[in-house]
């Protein structure tokens, strides 16, 4: 147990849908993120949201939207996704001090998505 | 020119043994280092970190940074089956958020 917990654990959801996935850290850290993870390939950086502004926004397609409503929460909304948007998407916070890149990341258990 | 860049494996070494895990990486300007390690079905959990030349050890794991080489490894003694799981190589940036994870290197320990 990292101190980070994600729900739903599965999903199952069609191209028409809108869901949302929630991650909450109880670990005091300023920065949260989103990650997908897909097999074979590496973790793809998604968001970054730094005291609940977002700061990176990695190029991701708009039926993904984040909301940030606080520093220990996060959202992650899927709205008319694509059958190759299922994969396994992590959160993960940590403690950023300023002027240092000392960052090390805690992740949860992440939500396995299948779109059909 | 992949940024982190890890052998995808598997790497099989017998139970007791040393398994040497390695890793280089593309921005000189890197300033952080770390190994998680994934096991099956589970999310990433961070298992070292390393921010200075040289060797740090934690237990049975010893991480190892060269930055004039570009090259990260980890070294896990007396290999264990439990051991056995996908480890990923991450490299932070200089100041930032934006961590780069390699591909990972699949471990399997034979008892």
């Known amino acids: 147990e990292t101190g980070v917990t994600q729900t739903p654990r599965h999903l199952v959801m069609g191209m028409t849908n809108k869901k949302s996935l929630k991650c909450e850290q109880h670990?005091?850290?300023?920065?949260m993120y989103w990650y997908k993870q897909s097999a074979k390939k590496p973790l793809e950086l998604m968001f970054v949201?730094?005291?609940?502004?977002?700061?990176e926004n990695n190029s991701v397609p708009s039926r993904f939207s984040p909301e940030c409503p606080n520093s220990s929460h996060l959202f992650l909304h899927l709205h008319t996704l694509q059958p190759e948007d299922s994969a396994l998407y992590l959160c993960?916070?940590?403690?950023?001090?300023?002027?240092?890149?000392?960052?090390?990341?805690?992740f949860g258990p992440g939500t396995r998505l299948t779109v059909l | 020119q992949k940024e982190v860049e890890q052998n995808s494996g598997p790497l099989s070494v017998p139970e007791g043994a040393i398994a040497s895990l390695n890793c280089t990486y593309s921005?000189?300007?890197?300033?952080?280092f770390f190994w998680y390690r994934q096991y099956s079905g589970k999310s990433p959990e961070l298992i070292m970190s390393?921010?200075?030349?040289g060797d740090k050890e934690d237990g049975r794991f010893t991480a190892q940074l060269n930055k004039a080489s570009q090259y990260v490894s980890l070294l896990i003694r007396d290999s264990q089956p439990s051991d056995s799981a996908t480890y990923l190589c991450?490299?932070?940036?200089?100041?930032?958020?934006?961590?780069?994870f390699g591909a990972g290197t699949r471990l399997f320990v034979k008892a």
């Open positions: 993960a916070s940590s403690q950023v001090v300023s002027g240092n890149s000392y960052n090390e990341q805690f």
């Open positions: 921005d000189r300007g890197s300033q952080s």
């Open positions: 390393i921010y200075s030349n």
């Open positions: 949201y730094n005291f609940k502004e977002q700061t």
């Open positions: 991450a490299v932070g940036p200089t100041g930032g958020f934006k961590t780069i």
């Open positions: 670990l005091g850290h300023n920065a």
